[in-house]
């Protein structure tokens, strides 16, 4: 239902909806390439600035000698009277001020590096795996980018709530929240660039009609009343949504074994032999067979796509 309405929106929409996709697509994989090189490239400033001692203070105007002075301590660097700070300014001074142990500065440049890595290679396997960097339609490359967006937010948030330096408490669990509603964004645009995506169409079986022989592979099968039966394994789990179609043979009057897979068949026969206690946790298990009319001579494609069973027929050559 969901796979049928955005295919009805995308061709609604037409040229409009793929300049958009376009935008959002760019914009989050730079947003994900600016949060993987921009860490990298402060800490190599940071470490190029510690080389030659430089170092960032607090600054102000004593209002004693109206003279420019650090602030290491509460007096005047050049005049040596007190310079009247506030405990607040201090105490907060002291919690986000600029000076930094030099083995802390280390760790947090040691947790930058890495934190950035496992974004970063998280990011490279799940694109790979699921196909994102090169989407096949124009709503899922939209829903990719808007992914991606909330990817590099929520990879932004993270690094705010765990990092050294980046803030108090109050800040952190703000940004925590701030997390996990990115969270449910990344979880609800994901879903639907996985339904835009058209589903993977897998060849099971090509058959070929001869009279009244069906020809797979080496393997021949007299025809039972001009028709051949494909049977089949049906899982499914409605909670989740799971739908799978596992091949078993192809049935004339004899029966031609799909499986070539020894795990695969032991998990099918398992499933088959307790499939009522899998129905009583929700887990149906099928197995059906469809009768596949053979009447004319040519080659049988059997064909799995989302689930769907479909044929496909080619006439023989003339001659």
Not at 119 to 125: K, Y
Not at 155 to 169: C, E, K, Y
Not at 199 to 211: C, D, F, K, W
Request: aromatic share 8%; charged share 15%; glycine share 10%.
């Amino acid at each position: 239902m969901l796979s049928l309405l955005l295919q009805t929106i995308e061709k609604s929409f037409g040229p409009s909806l793929s300049l958009i996709a376009d935008i959002a697509f760019w914009t989050g994989a730079t947003m994900v390439a600016y949060l993987v090189i921009t860490p990298l490239l402060r800490v190599a400033l940071e470490m190029r600035a510690a080389r030659i001692g430089l170092e960032r203070h607090w600054v102000m105007t004593c209002p004693n000698c109206t003279r420019l002075t650090v602030v290491s301590g509460p007096v005047c660097e050049e005049c040596g009277k007190t310079l009247g700070i506030p405990l607040a300014v201090r105490i907060r001074n002291f919690f986000s001020g600029s000076e930094e142990r030099r083995w802390l500065r280390w760790i947090r440049w040691i947790l930058t590096a890495c934190g950035v890595a496992l974004f970063a290679l998280i990011t490279a396997a799940v694109a790979i795996r699921s196909g994102a960097w090169n989407p096949q339609t124009t709503l899922e490359r939209l829903f990719i980018g808007l992914s991606m967006v909330a990817w590099a937010g929520l990879g932004w948030l993270i690094a705010r709530v765990v990092g050294i330096g980046t803030g108090g408490p109050i800040s952190r669990l703000r940004d925590a929240v701030f997390a996990l509603a990115t969270v449910a964004v990344l979880t609800a645009t994901l879903a639907v660039a996985g339904a835009s995506r058209p589903a993977p169409e897998t060849l099971v079986a090509r058959i070929n009609i001869q009279g009244q022989v069906a020809q797979l592979g080496k393997v021949a099968t007299p025809l039972v009343g001009y028709q051949f039966g494909f049977e089949y394994l049906q899982v499914d789990h409605e909670l989740i949504g799971f739908h799978r179609i596992v091949p078993l043979a192809v049935v004339g009057a004899q029966r031609i074994p799909l499986l070539e897979d020894g795990f695969t068949e032991t998990l099918t026969s398992h499933l088959w032999a307790h499939a009522h206690g899998y129905t009583d946790r929700g887990l149906i298990v099928r197995k059906r067979t469809e009768q596949i009319p053979a009447s004319e001579p040519g080659l049988y494609e059997i064909v799995v796509r989302g689930g769907e069973i479909s044929v496909r027929r080619y006439k023989p050559p003339p001659g």
